[in-house]
């Protein structure tokens, strides 16, 4: 695979190579690609994503180049291809780029490097979709079956996007929690809506989504609470009691403690929010590893 911008594009057999070389990178398996080159470039804020992406190449020993998008020429006005465009004429290998344009790639397509999605506005988060299923993988041994519900603010959420299908397509049975107005009709092709004290009785995997403030318009904005939304809509203690003990609470992250989980359920032992963390690096690795397979082929 030359670039990983959408999880739709990427069949499930790929899928479950990628997961399976993620877990082999987490047992200790070893690569050194210092031959080749790779900038993380980051117009959105990140913590998560930028930190293990980096630490992803160090543990591949490849030669990581500084990008600040602030320090940038795009602050001069230059466009997101001039600027790619040149990342490739210095002979940059991989960009890994984060853009708050739904689909911002589209304009990259023709170019000649590789490019790995960290995330395009409220469209897909291929890199949270990998530490996602490699997480959920590694816990239950499989997607057949499990019952899996995405809770939160489904409608301006890449993971959501990103998640939906290819969880149903690897045989899981998807369910949607949260307020009801954004389980939108893209939603509603992959799975039911359920009321989240249904949901902690019957899920094997609870994702909780953040409710993404920034990007709620003025009309969502007036219609979201936050003193009121965690009793409505979020994973208190008493509801992740509720859960069965096999059960597992995953959160992308950053969280807004108090609102989509309690402060202390983000910690508790059904949660495997920084576990999720952890596996981001060995997810990464193998995506990394992904596109340069391709050009060895
Ligand atoms: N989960 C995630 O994408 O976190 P960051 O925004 O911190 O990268």
């Keep these: 695979m030359e670039n990983i911008l959408t999880m739709e594009s990427i069949t499930t057999d790929d899928v479950m190579r990628i997961i399976n070389r993620a877990l082999e ?20 804020n990140s913590t998560r994503t930028k930190t293990s992406f980096q630490m992803a190449e160090s543990n591949l020993g490849m030669n990581i180049l500084n990008f600040d998008a602030d320090t940038s020429s795009i602050k001069k006005g230059e466009t997101l291809y001039d600027t790619v465009k040149t990342v490739e004429s210095i002979g940059v290998d991989i960009a890994v780029i984060r853009d708050s344009q739904d689909e911002y790639y589209q304009e990259l397509k023709d170019l000649n490097i590789h490019i790995l999605n960290a995330g395009d506005g409220k469209g897909q988060h291929p890199s949270q979709s990998f530490l996602d299923l490699m997480t959920i993988y590694e816990k239950f041994g499989k997607f057949e079956g ?5 809770v939160g603010d489904l409608k301006h959420s890449r993971v959501a996007h990103s998640n939906s299908s290819v969880l149903k397509r690897l045989g899981a049975n998807l369910y949607y929690g949260g307020p009801k107005s954004w389980y939108t009709e893209e939603f509603q092709k992959f799975g039911e809506y359920r009321d989240i004290d249904e949901l902690v009785n019957t899920m094997d995997v609870i ?3 953040r409710v993404q403030k920034e990007r709620l318009n003025v009309n969502e904005s007036s219609d979201f609470t936050p003193e009121n939304y965690l009793e409505k809509y979020g994973l208190t203690m008493n509801r992740s009691k ?5 059960a597992i609470i995953m959160h992308p992250a950053p969280v807004n403690r108090g609102i989509e989980i309690a402060d202390e359920v983000v910690e508790c032992n059904k949660s495997v929010i920084f576990p999720q963390m952890t596996n981001g690096v060995f997810a990464r690795m193998a995506m990394i590893e992904e596109v340069l397979l391709e050009e060895a082929q």
């Excluded at 047992?27 to 900038?39: Q, T, Y």
């Excluded at 509720?242 to 096999?246: A, F, H, R």
């Design 242 to 246: 509720k859960m069965s003990p096999n």
């Design 25 to 44: 990178f987490k047992k200790g398996r070893k690569l050194n690609i210092g031959n080749k080159s790779i900038m993380n470039m980051f117009f959105e």
């Design 207 to 209: 994702m909780l989504l």
């Design 146 to 150: 499990l019952n899996v519900a995405i």
